[in-house]
């Protein structure tokens, strides 16, 4: 029975191997084979199961230290479905325009932007759309969304790559405004992505992430139902540790927000209604959408 790999994984903030159990699904996925946890991946099923998250004794960053190696991780995203498929499409284009509202006064012109996971590229339509960058530096390893990357960047030179950890390509102190948006709490080694974007920024330059925040009302109200405890976070982040480790990796002045996403009324009932357990409930309501705060985070870090 092949087993998920990773078996005592450091703390990826600090390194240490000291952490206590603080959430675990019941059986915890530690405990199953990968061919169990297959079904349990795309994170939508009526049972819950993820890896039991450890918080570090030292240094507080939230994280498993069973999870899959890289090659699992490798062959699960490859049979991964579309992205927030449950979320009307006009919803996700308001929600990530919200993110560059956010950004925008910030954003020095004439570098270049560089986008680590930009799915279908609403992010990247937007600052083709109103910042002036020069090239577009686009790392999105679902081949088939390359097209509609392509259209999204419009008139811009523009380098679309399948993978997302070497960035070489880009010319070191280049990039004006470089985004991750729901990445980073899926990376195995976050801080070397950090690191390797870093070195892309040119003075002025800024990071922005979008996180969840373990640390929300959110969290706390739902628990261990909190969706965002699942197979595909191997760490967590609150507005304490990601500014640690965003400090760790070599940043300079770092900001920590609360972002603002936008769902329709329809879809935050029926998610309401899941994570109190009652999954098959059937609702009525309009698919106005509405703008919450609800348990994100937005953080913009400068190289310097
Ligand atoms: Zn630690």
Redesign the pocket.
């Known amino acids: 029975m092949t087993r998920p790999a990773l078996r005592d994984r450091a703390?990826p903030?600090?390194g240490?191997h000291d952490a206590r159990a603080e959430v675990a699904s019941a059986p915890r996925a530690e405990a199953c084979s990968l061919r169990d946890l297959h079904a349990y991946w795309y994170g939508i099923d009526r049972e819950r199961r993820f890896f039991t998250y450890h918080r570090?004794t030292?240094?507080g960053?939230l994280y498993n230290r069973a999870f899959f190696d890289a090659a699992q991780l490798a062959s699960l995203y490859s049979a991964m479905l579309p992205n927030m498929a449950a979320v009307p499409e006009s919803a996700v284009r308001a929600t990530q325009r919200g993110y560059y509202d956010d950004v925008a006064a910030s954003v020095v012109a004439g570098g270049a932007y560089l986008e680590i996971g930009p799915d279908v590229g609403h992010l990247v339509r937007e600052a083709a759309r109103r910042g002036r960058f020069r090239h577009f530096w686009l790392f999105e390893p679902n081949r088939a969304v390359h097209p509609a990357l392509k259209r999204a960047a419009g008139a811009v030179p523009t380098t679309i790559a399948d993978g997302m950890t070497d960035l070489s390509a880009v010319p070191d102190r280049s990039v004006s405004l470089a985004a991750m948006v729901h990445v980073l709490d899926h990376l195995l080694d976050p801080a070397a992505m950090l690191r390797a974007v870093r070195v892309k920024l040119r003075q002025g330059g800024v990071l922005m992430i979008v996180t969840h925040n373990e640390g929300s009302a959110m969290r706390r109200l739902l628990g261990r139902r909190w969706p965002v405890f699942c197979l595909q976070h191997p760490q967590l982040y609150n507005p304490r540790t990601i500014r640690r480790q965003l400090e760790r990796s070599g940043f300079g002045a770092i900001e920590v927000r609360r972002s603002r996403n936008v769902f329709p009324v329809d879809f935050l009932a029926r998610q309401a209604l899941q994570a109190a357990g009652w999954p098959g409930a059937r609702v009525s309501l309009p698919r106005w959408p509405v703008g919450l705060r609800l348990g994100n985070m937005l953080t913009l870090a400068s190289a310097d």
Request: glycine share 12%; with cysteine.
């Open positions: 703390c903030l600090c240490s570090c030292g240094c960053q």
